[in-house]
């Protein structure tokens, strides 16, 4: 069992800056896998971005050259640094991990982008 931890979210006007963290924790994990998915308000959770244990990434069109994501496999931590984040950044943004064949989801963290 793997349990996720988020935070970082918040409120931030267009244009600015935000870094989502996410800690994965459990006994005997190795994951490989991890990333970021968000949904707004009335749409489907949509892939953001994703990182490989051999830092292998995969993002959005939507975010590329805007949004970062790094881990660090020593701590099973995840990052997403968001730059110039416009309105339709606005959703809640989940952490997710693949351990081993199991997929595993964070509760979630808010980020609105409003002026």
């Known amino acids: 069992q793997v349990q996720l931890v988020e935070s970082g979210g918040g409120l931030v006007q267009p244009g600015g800056s935000l870094t989502l963290s996410c800690a994965a924790s459990?006994?005997?994990?190795?994951?490989?896998?991890m990333g970021w998915y968000r949904q707004a308000p009335g749409k489907q959770r949509e892939l953001v971005a994703s990182?490989?244990?051999?830092?292998?990434?995969n993002y959005a069109d939507s975010v590329k050259g805007r949004f970062t994501i790094s881990r660090d496999n020593a701590k099973n931590m995840v990052f997403l640094q968001m730059r110039s984040l416009k309105l339709e950044d606005t959703a809640v943004y989940y952490c997710?991990?693949?351990?081993?064949?199991?997929?595993?989801w964070g509760q979630g963290t808010q980020v609105t982008v409003s002026s």
């Open positions: 997710y991990v693949k351990n081993y064949a199991s997929d595993y």
């Open positions: 990182i490989t244990r051999g830092a292998n990434t």
């Open positions: 459990g006994s005997g994990i190795r994951i490989n896998v």
